[in-house]
């Protein structure tokens, strides 16, 4: 049935996702996110592509931002609220913010978000979303938005353990609702080249940049 007030995650899961967070870095759950809002995310990222509306995707931040085409292949767009669905599915990040800060005592602080679009034969290889002490990305989440992704169309994500960044421990399908989240700092993954265009939304649970640094000097 279509429901606008449909949850846009299964809250039932959530204690699964604390857990996997503290004893392995990273949760990955099938059937996370509704499947209408997947759609509707989709098709506005679709359009997006068609209409050139993304930026192809660099890597680090700030005065170090460099095209790397043999690193990572996407096209981005940062979500901005100004669809029902970016607002649908950003509300929903605080709500999972507000849980893992209660359940953590994470400090998560904001959350940001970019659609990524990798066509036919782009990847991103092997890398972690923050490096300790520089940047303050804490979690990162990814949500996949294609439904009835075929079983050779390739895209998936293979994340490593993280304290062993050759082993893989698991491969997410870019298949509509699925759902992953991990520890930014300490947990490598990579996008393996895909076959077909594949629609996603990386976001970040950031801790406040200031607070690492003399906002509560001791004395
Ligand atoms: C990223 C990333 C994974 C994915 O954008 O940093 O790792 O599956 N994305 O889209
Ligand atoms: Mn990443």
Not at 14 to 22: E, F, G, K, R
Not at 75 to 82: G, H, K, N, V
Not at 125 to 147: E, I, M, P
């Amino acid at each position: 049935m279509s429901h606008l007030h449909q949850p846009v995650f299964d809250t039932a899961a959530l204690p699964d996702l604390v857990d996997a967070l503290v004893e392995q870095g990273w949760f990955v759950g099938e059937g996370f996110l509704d499947a209408e809002l997947c759609q509707a995310l989709c098709q506005e990222l679709t359009d997006m592509a068609e209409r050139d509306a993304l930026a192809a995707a660099g890597i680090g931040r700030g005065d170090e931002h460099q095209l790397r085409r043999d690193i990572r292949g996407d096209a981005i767009r940062w979500l901005d609220r100004e669809s029902l669905a970016q607002r649908r599915y950003l509300d929903a990040m605080g709500d999972l913010q507000h849980e893992l800060n209660q359940a953590l005592f994470l400090g998560l602080f904001e959350y940001e978000a970019h659609f990524a679009h990798y066509p036919p034969g782009a990847f991103y290889k092997r890398h972690l979303d923050s490096f300790r002490g520089r940047a303050n990305r804490v979690v990162s989440t990814v949500g996949y938005l294609n439904a009835g992704w075929p079983a050779d169309g390739g895209g998936e994500m293979a994340i490593f353990a993280a304290d062993a960044p050759e082993r893989e421990v698991v491969r997410v399908r870019p298949e509509a609702g699925n759902f992953a989240c991990f520890l930014a700092e300490t947990v490598p993954h990579e996008v393996l080249p895909t076959r077909l265009p594949r629609a996603s939304i990386a976001g970040w649970f950031r801790r406040n940049a200031s607070l690492g640094g003399l906002v509560d000097p001791a004395r």
